[in-house]
T-cell receptor
Framework: KQEVTQIPAALSVPEGENLVLNCSFTDSAIYNLQWFRQDPGKGLTSLLLIQSSQREQTSGRLNASLDKSSGRSTLYIAASQPGDSATYLCAVRPNDYKLSFGAGTTVTVRA | GAGVSQSPSNKVTEKGKDVELRCDPISGHTALYWYRQSLGQGLEFLIYFQGNSAPDKSGLPSDRFSAERTGGSVSTLTIQRTQQEDSAVYLC???????????????FGPGTRLTVL
């Protein structure tokens, strides 16, 4: 069974600092890995999707890397802003359609 | 519509009552998924639809849970004889296609927060 772990569980940084969020998974047979953002009381917003054949994806201040062989992904958020405060979820899609989620990292960016 | 919508946004019910949760996927998306997010449990998969068929119901926690999809569009998740442990946020997602070979992004709705008293 695929298990997804996110470290740390919570993170608090001053505005302007770079954020590094880690995700690890136990089974490297995945189709893709997706990073989501969840705001309190809201659904999930997809941030980046990395296909299994890719090493990284970038969107604006966000960059996600994938090392499938070691079962790791890292989400980097450059120059954090208070609006980046949210819970960030990592999800892997094994060779079926179900997403397996980590428990998330709750980020607070202090102004 | 522009995104996945779910209704109601909040539902408070008494133990033992039945509830129905609705999901409207993005127009044209053939695949639809239900997930549950419980406090301290994270997100867990419940059921997957491809069109109106549900090839995988393995995540439904008990036979009190059922779901259907009609017209390849709207889906309803029904929970009978609700229990307090059913309290959670129920999230629906859709993707353009589904199945093992699909790599399409799953787009999530805002969820329905269910509270069973």
């Amino acid at each position: 069974k695929q298990e997804v772990t996110q470290i740390p569980a919570a993170l608090s940084v001053p505005e302007g600092e770079n954020l590094v969020l880690n995700c690890s998974f136990t089974d490297s047979a995945i189709y893709n890995l997706q990073w989501f953002r969840q705001d309190p009381g809201k659904g999930l917003t997809s941030l980046l999707l990395i296909q299994s054949s890719q090493r990284e994806q970038t969107s604006g201040r966000l960059n996600a890397s994938l090392d499938k062989s070691s079962g790791r992904s890292t989400l980097y958020i450059a120059a954090s802003q208070p609006g980046d405060s949210a819970t960030y979820l990592c999800a892997v899609r094994p060779n079926d359609y179900k997403l397996s989620f980590g428990a998330g990292t709750t980020v607070t960016v202090r102004a | 519509g522009a995104g996945v919508s779910q209704s109601p946004s909040n539902k408070v019910t008494e133990k033992g009552k039945d509830v129905e949760l609705r999901c409207d996927p993005i127009s044209g998306h053939t695949a639809l998924y239900w997930y549950r997010q419980s406090l301290g449990q994270g997100l867990e998969f419940l059921i997957y639809f491809q069109g109106n068929s549900a090839p995988d119901k393995s995540g439904l926690p008990s036979d009190r849970f059922s779901a259907e999809r009609t017209g390849g569009s709207v889906s309803t998740l029904t929970i009978q004889r609700t229990q307090q442990e059913d309290s959670a946020v129920y999230l629906c997602a859709s993707s353009r296609s589904g199945g093992p070979s699909s790599t399409d992004t799953q787009y999530f709705g805002p969820g329905t927060r269910l509270t069973v008293l």
